[in-house]
């Protein structure tokens, strides 16, 4: 696999390794509130849709054409991923998807701009599925160890969800240079709650650049690791030892 970046995980103002202890707490402090603010939007979400609440719209005016293509747009995602599931991103089909939801290609592209969109769109879904999943244990008191694993763990959740395939493609898809990757730093909700977990800790490592380590190294081999179950696991779990014994002060 051709690997050209890491993924771009670090927020602007994210302090060095020589930060001093008031600043890091003063980061800590913004970062979380900046995450978890977004966090908790999509936790909501995700209630809003399970209990089939949907928001009222402001105007009479244009709401039915509004909702329409909402709709529509919803349903090209679901079947797109679908077709991502089923066969596979490289083999997935625009006329398919499109003879499938009952529209034009061109209705396609009017919603995305390709299929790329979808992966990145799903991707930044999954991404706060999981930030939400690891947020009640990512608090001062809990071993570092124990939110690497939780983070480990959501993402073996969604690979059940979604199914090994699509969980490898998304992971391989971060290290593609046509992927494209955000400056906005709140589409990284995984990434600032490590560093924040980190920066909450005794450690000589910059708390940056060991999220970043460790997320490449778990993408890494959930993108490119077919070995059995058991066998990856394994390989897992030696990725967070060794992410947490970097914050342990000597």
């Avoid at 927020?11 to 930060?19: E, G, K, L, Q």
């Avoid at 694993?149 to 395939?165: C, K, P, T």
Wanted: charged share 30%; proline share 5%; glycine share 6%.
């Amino acid at each position: 696999m051709y690997v050209s970046r890491a993924p771009n995980l670090t927020p602007p103002t994210a302090p060095s390794a020589r930060s001093d202890h008031h600043e890091s707490r003063t980061y800590s402090s913004t970062t979380r509130l900046h995450w978890r603010a977004s966090v908790t939007r999509v936790s909501m979400y995700f209630v809003k849709e399970s209990a089939g609440v949907r928001e009222e719209p402001g105007s009479a005016s244009g709401n039915r054409r509004s909702a329409q293509r909402e709709a529509t747009r919803a349903r090209l995602f679901e079947v797109t991923v679908e077709e991502f599931k089923e066969r596979g991103f490289a083999a997935t089909e625009i006329s398919v998807i499109a003879e499938r939801v009952g529209v034009s290609r061109g209705a396609f592209y009017m919603h995305f701009a390709d299929k790329s969109e979808v992966l990145r769109e799903l991707l930044r879904i999954e991404e706060r599925r999981i930030a939400a999943a690891v947020l009640p244990s990512s608090d001062r008191g809990v071993p570092l160890e124990e939110v690497f694993s939780g983070v480990v763990d959501a993402v073996l959740a969604a690979e059940r969800r979604l199914g090994r395939r699509l969980v490898r493609e998304l992971c391989a898809a971060q290290f593609r240079p046509d992927f494209g990757k955000s400056d906005d730093v709140g589409d990284h909700p995984v990434g600032l709650m490590l560093i924040d977990a980190i920066a909450d800790r005794p450690t000589q490592i910059d708390p940056a650049d060991l999220a970043m380590t460790f997320l490449t190294g778990l993408f890494g081999l959930l993108a490119t690791d077919e070995a059995a179950p058991a066998a990856r696991r394994r390989r897992l779990d030696l990725l967070v030892q060794l992410a947490a014994s970097g914050t342990i002060a000597p």
